[in-house]
């Protein structure tokens, strides 16, 4: 199950009324949270998913080379900006209704789990992961490791992290809207003061870590020497 392939449940009532996840969600239910099997709700900013690109996230994107491979790339935001500045990017999402809103937009985006093979193994000069993506899976190191093996070593990682103090755990979750509730799938939270251990478990190092003036911080990730 990933995230966004969650339909939605009423707890003990068998199935809800509500054929529905996050991504295709217009406008953005304020409501739907994404909930941890520890009871907290985890800081996702669902609203952003449809909108362009954030003048920060261009920012961040201005300062990559292409290919660009966006890992988890929902409705298509990020591939979408780099297009229109002529960097290649392809966008890879297992939810078809995310894969399709993202075509939609104009998008490139193949409907696929990103630890299946992909075009371009090993040749990806960059593979993004925004937007809490490095939690895909609920095991960063293997998610990270993935990364290395298709920018071939040579490429660069662009992860976006919590803020320093968040340390890194995995856990259950799932999208939750009043009472109804998605299929729980794995996630893992992982902050600025956590990346570089896992960064070094995927045989990956950090080049530098960056907060933005909102608060977003990201980290660049290049293979260890
Ligand atoms: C946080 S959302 C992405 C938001 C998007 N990156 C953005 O910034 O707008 C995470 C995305 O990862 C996708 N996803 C989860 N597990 C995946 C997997 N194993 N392979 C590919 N995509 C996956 C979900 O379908 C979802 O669209």
């Not at 933005?212 to 293979?223: D, Q």
Request: charged share 20%; with cysteine; proline share 7%.
């Amino acid at each position: 199950m990933t995230l966004l392939q969650a339909s939605y449940r009423r707890p003990h009532a068998g199935a809800g009324p509500t054929p529905t996840h996050p991504s295709s969600l217009r406008p953005i239910d304020a409501s739907v949270v994404l909930r941890a099997d520890t009871g907290e709700a985890l800081t996702l900013d669902l609203g952003r998913w449809h909108d362009p690109a954030t003048a920060e996230e261009q920012e961040v994107l201005a300062g990559v080379d292409g290919p660009v491979i966006d890992l988890g790339c929902g409705p298509g935001r990020l591939v979408v900006s780099l297009a229109s500045h002529r960097v290649p990017a392809l966008g890879i999402d297992s939810s078809a209704s995310a894969v399709g809103l993202a075509r939609k937009r104009g998008a490139t985006v193949l409907q696929r789990d990103l630890f299946e093979p992909l075009p371009g193994e090993g040749r990806w000069a960059t593979a993004l992961l925004f937007d809490g993506n490095v939690g895909i899976g609920g095991d960063p190191s293997r998610l990270l490791a993935r990364c290395r093996q298709l920018t071939g070593g040579r490429g660069q990682v662009v992860a976006e992290v919590g803020p320093p103090g968040t340390g890194w755990r995995c856990l259950t979750a799932w999208f939750e809207r009043d009472e109804l509730r998605g299929e729980p799938f794995k996630w893992a939270v992982v902050g600025a003061d956590a990346i570089g251990a896992l960064a070094g478990s995927a045989g990956l190092t950090v080049a530098t870590l960056r907060e933005m003036p909102s608060g977003r911080w990201f980290a660049h990730l290049e293979a260890a020497r």
